[in-house]
T-cell receptor, first 111, second 108 residues
């Protein structure tokens, strides 16, 4: 089975900190995505990458950046965390018979 | 108007009942996905459809491309089916556009 692994299930960070969320997939997928999920707003695309060192902005990229130095790893970076970035963050990659595989999510709280 | 509309938003059923969730979309798509999310949990892909019908256990998904409509059916529902079910469509670039989700509660 395809596995998408997010490094932390829960994170608490302080306002202004630089935050790294890591995502690793084990199936050599080219496309990887970062979403955030908020009550009443659903899932929104932050950034995606279709190859190593390639990145594209999604619908809500402000306040975030990404890094894809290796095919299996896609990192989401909060340059200076703010309380409005408190959310559930979900990583996904595309491939396989079900098309999309999601990680188990990182619930980030910024205090 | 959202590009992907789901109905109903909430659904309560008794164990054993047949459940249907509907999804309508307004854009051209390459595939439609049905996803499941249990409370506090991650998202699991249930189906990817580009035409016709797929079945997995008690779950059945159908799509009508001409009418831009898909349905997810749960037969003989069980309390463990209680979750949020999300319809998502894939257009250009493999990006997904999500519906608002349907919260399903199956009572024993």
């Amino acid at each position: 089975d395809v596995k998408v692994t997010q490094s932390s299930r829960y994170l608490v960070k302080r306002t202004g900190e630089k935050v790294f969320l890591e995502c690793v997939q084990d199936m050599d997928h080219e496309n990887m995505f970062w979403y955030r999920q908020d009550p009443g707003l659903g899932l929104r695309l932050i950034y995606f990458s279709y190859d190593v060192k390639m990145k594209e902005k999604g619908d809500i990229p402000e306040g975030y950046s990404v890094s894809r130095e290796k095919k299996e790893r896609f990192s989401l970076i909060l340059e200076s965390a703010s309380t409005n970035q408190t959310s559930m963050y979900l990583c996904a990659s595309t491939g396989g018979p079900l098309g999309y595989t999601f990680g188990s999510g990182t619930r980030l709280t910024v205090v | 108007k959202n590009e992907v509309e789901q109905s109903p938003q909430n659904l309560t059923a008794q164990e054993g009942e047949f459940i249907t969730i509907n999804c309508s979309y307004s854009v051209g798509i390459s595939a439609l996905h049905w996803l499941q999310q249990h409370p506090g949990g991650g998202i699991v892909s249930l189906f990817m459809l580009s035409s016709g019908k797929k079945k997995h256990g008690r779950l059945i998904a159908t799509i009508n491309i001409q009418e831009k409509h898909s349905s997810l059916h749960i037969t003989a529902s069980h309390p463990r089916d209680s979750a949020v079910y999300i319809c998502a469509v894939r257009a250009a670039g493999n990006k997904l556009t999500f519906g608002g989700g349907t919260r399903v509660l199956v009572k024993p």
